[in-house]
């Protein structure tokens, strides 16, 4: 359940307050923070154990325009578009002030490098660790213990996971109650945004709503499908929750047009 006040889009109980008032403090508990997006929204909808993951969230950020102009056409709810980035600068910025410690969970070692680099120069009263997992695409046992290890040994503030949706999240559900983490943050390629192997869309891009188009103009080939077949996709289910509430979300029909 969420710590704080939600707002429920469709199935999906959203965090409607500003970054400033997310609730940190989750007692004996790590804090599970998610984001969702219409392309997560649209993968939810076909795997259970995402949808379960993503609904299981304390915190579960709308992450993109098409997510916070959903609540708006269902409702009229204004969201504040919350972005993996922004959660993720919110929380360095937190630790610097505290002499905190966090942990990048995911990507190369190349990337987690240029990571450290950045943070010594940037955020100098952070303590910093991290491991970079196999890539694959199921871990082994052995590769889960050898995550979940590092991440203890080093006992981090904050544990910021990059490994793509929805693997991040599902690692995260699984495994969050044997990591020793105040805080559990699923960022995804905010770690090659941050390392700069990536570059993020310009803030003018981000300040008109069309980060999607500038990410898509960067990385045609890999996420033309994420916006401009799942886009469509995303707007149909949405029009069903607004017209068809009692069918909506997950219908025969909506499957059908996802797994064509």
Known sequence: MLLQNHYNLSEF????????????????????????????????????????????????????IGVVAAARFLSGEKLHKIAGADVHFHLLNKLNAEGGKCFYLGATENTLSKIKERLAAEYPNIKVESYSPPYKEHFSAEDNAAMVQAVNAFKPDVLFIGMTAPKQEKWSFEHRELLQADVICTIG???????????????????????????????PKRLWKRYLYYGPVFVKMIVAEKFNPQTAYKTEVQKAYINR
Not at 17 to 36: A, C, H, R, Y
Not at 41 to 64: H, N, R, T, V, W
Not at 198 to 219: A, D, M, S
Request: charged fraction near 25%.
């Open 189 to 219: 390629a905010v770690f090659d945004f941050f390392a700069g192997t990536i570059e993020r869309p310009n803030q003018i891009w981000i300040n008109l709503g069309l980060e999607w188009l500038g990410r898509l103009v960067h990385e």
């Open 13 to 64: 109980p959203l965090f409607d307050q500003s970054i400033d008032d997310l609730p940190l403090e989750g007692g004996k508990k790590s804090v599970l923070i998610n984001t969702i997006n219409q392309y997560s929204y649209c993968m939810a909808a076909q795997d259970e154990d995402f949808k379960k993951s993503l609904q299981s969230s304390d915190i579960l950020l709308p992450d993109g």
